[in-house]
C-alpha cells in the first residue's frame, strides 16, 4: 500500500485546514486508515481513525469535536478537517493504514503500531 498526504501548513490559532491521503493497494472495507501527529520531544498520538465494515470512527480525547475524518471511497481518499486548531495542534501529521484482519475497528487502534505510513505532512498553528 502507499499513502501520499497533502494539505499541511502554517494557519493562526481558531483556523482551519484539511489534509488528505491518498491511498493505493488498500480497501478500506478490510483496513484501518486514519491520521497519527508527532510534535517535537512528544511520542506519536492517534489522532483519527476509519475503517472497517461499518466505516467505525474514532478521535483523541484532545481533537473531539474540532476534527472530523471522512473518506472518500471512489477516490481511496482519507481527509482530516481540523478547525478550531490551536498552538498545541503543531506537529507533523502522518497518515497510516494497517489490515485489519477481517475484525472491526475498535478505539484502541489509535494506540496500535500501523504498518503503512506517509511521508508526513507539516502542520503549524501560529499563537
Known amino acids: 500500500a502507499q499513502l501520499v498526504e497533502s494539505g499541511g501548513g502554517l494557519v493562526q490559532a481558531g483556523g482551519s485546514l484539511r489534509l488528505s491521503c491518498a491511498a493505493s493497494g488498500l480497501s478500506f472495507d478490510y483496513y484501518a486508515i486514519g491520521w497519527f501527529r508527532q510534535a517535537p520531544g512528544k511520542e506519536r498520538e492517534g489522532v483519527a481513525l476509519?475503517?472497517?465494515?461499518?466505516?467505525?470512527?474514532y478521535y483523541a480525547d484532545s481533537v473531539k469535536g474540532r476534527f472530523t475524518i471522512s473518506s472518500d471511497n471512489a477516490k481511496n481518499t482519507v481527509y482530516l478537517e481540523m478547525n478550531s486548531l490551536t498552538p498545541g495542534d503543531t506537529a507533523v501529521y502522518y497518515c497510516a493504514a494497517d489490515d485489519l484482519s477481517g475484525r472491526w475497528l475498535v478505539r484502541s487502534d489509535l494506540q496500535r503500531q500501523f504498518h503503512y505510513w506517509g511521508q508526513g505532512t507539516q502542520v503549524t498553528v501560529a499563537s
Open positions: 476509519t475503517g472497517g465494515y461499518d466505516g467505525a470512527t
